[in-house]
């Protein structure tokens, strides 16, 4: 079966740091480009970071210099490091697996951002 699971989400304090997880399971993700989006209440989902299968990486604005996406092939799991957190960075946040025409989705991983 085909999954994809996030975890490491939470409540944090604006400028606090957490580091997210995606396992994947059913397949290899090392052949996928690997994703992060994240939507907040009210919102559309949007691309936070992508990283490639050679690890190529691409990050969206509103994140850079604050979050770093990396991936362990190994033990078929993605990261995101997100540090200096904001409280516009609330939001459920999902992992995604792209290859061809194949895409998978995570269940998402809840981020509060508050004091």
């Known amino acids: 079966q085909v999954q994809l699971v996030e975890s490491g989400g939470g409540l944090v304090q604006p400028g606090g740091s957490l580091r997210l997880s995606c396992v994947a399971s059913?397949?290899?993700?090392?052949?996928?480009?690997m994703s992060w989006y994240r939507q907040a209440p009210g919102k559309e989902r949007e691309l936070v970071a992508s990283?490639?299968?050679?690890?190529?990486?691409n990050y969206a604005d509103f994140v850079k210099g604050r979050f770093t996406i990396s991936r362990d092939n190994g033990k078929n799991t993605m990261y995101l490091q997100m540090n200096n957190l904001k409280p516009e960075d609330t939001a459920v946040y999902y992992c995604k697996a792209v290859r061809n025409f194949f895409a998978y989705w995570g269940q998402g991983t809840q981020v509060t951002v508050s004091s």
């Open positions: 990283i490639t299968n050679f690890g190529g990486r």
């Open positions: 059913g397949f290899s993700s090392s052949n996928y480009v």
